[in-house]
Structure formats: C-alpha cells, structure tokens
C-alpha cells in the first residue's frame, strides 16, 4: 500500500511502466521518493489487509537486497 499526493508521484517519475516483471518494482518507487526529498515510511500495519492471491514471483526471482 501506498499513498502520495499526484503531485508527488509525477515528480518523482511516476510509475515505470517498462517494468513487465514481477518483483523490484517497489523498492525502486521507494527509492526514487527518497532521492527527490519524500519521506517513505514500509511497514506492516495491523489493520491494512493484503488479500490473497497467488504468488506470481518466479523461481529465479532474486531479491533487489
């Protein structure tokens, strides 16, 4: 879950729509947040609910760190 202002998301270069795999994809949303001057704050939050899906990441999938 996230959630900026339009603002913001535009001036950090929005979301990069040439990423076609699974997994990353975040993590380089966080850090572009973070070098333009936004405060990003990951954490799991008792009442937020991620419902069920199956995984989609594949068996090669290496973590970014």
Do not use: N, T
């Not at 998301?9 to 040439?18: H, I, S």
């Not at 405060?39 to 419902?51: A, D, M, Q, V």
């Amino acid at each position: 879950m996230m959630a900026c202002k339009k603002a913001q998301f535009f001036k950090v270069g929005a979301y990069d729509e040439k990423i076609k795999k699974w997994g990353k994809e975040d993590w380089l949303l966080f850090f572009e947040f973070y070098k333009h001057g936004f405060g990003c704050i990951r954490s799991r939050e008792p009442e937020f609910i991620h419902h069920y899906h199956k995984s989609l990441k594949p068996d090669d999938f290496v973590p970014l760190f």
